[in-house]
């Protein structure tokens, strides 16, 4: 079983990789036309988190959008801390 591990937490995939691959396109494509109901502008982070099991391309995309979050999260919490 397939697994994405995403902001610490794990999630199971299919093992079958072309319903994977299918799996990501599709939640990019809806994520697209996040301005409409029930679909949303998540769904583009959670495809290319899908997608990055078997592309070395959005592998890499996600790690750097990680650090980079994650990154400006600290500088965040660091200049919050005095503040409370």
Excluded: C, Q
Aim: glycine share 8%; charged share 25%.
């Amino acid at each position: 079983m397939s697994r994405v591990k995403f902001w610490g937490r794990t999630v199971r995939l299919p093992r079958n990789r072309p319903l994977r691959v299918a799996m990501g396109f599709a939640f990019v494509a809806m994520g697209l036309v996040g301005f409409l109901p029930v679909v949303g502008f998540w769904m583009i982070p959670v495809g290319l988190a899908i997608l990055s099991v078997d592309s070395p391309l959005a592998r890499r995309f996600r790690r750097r959008a990680e650090v980079w979050v994650l990154r400006r999260y600290n500088r965040w919490k660091r200049r919050n801390v005095g503040s409370v």
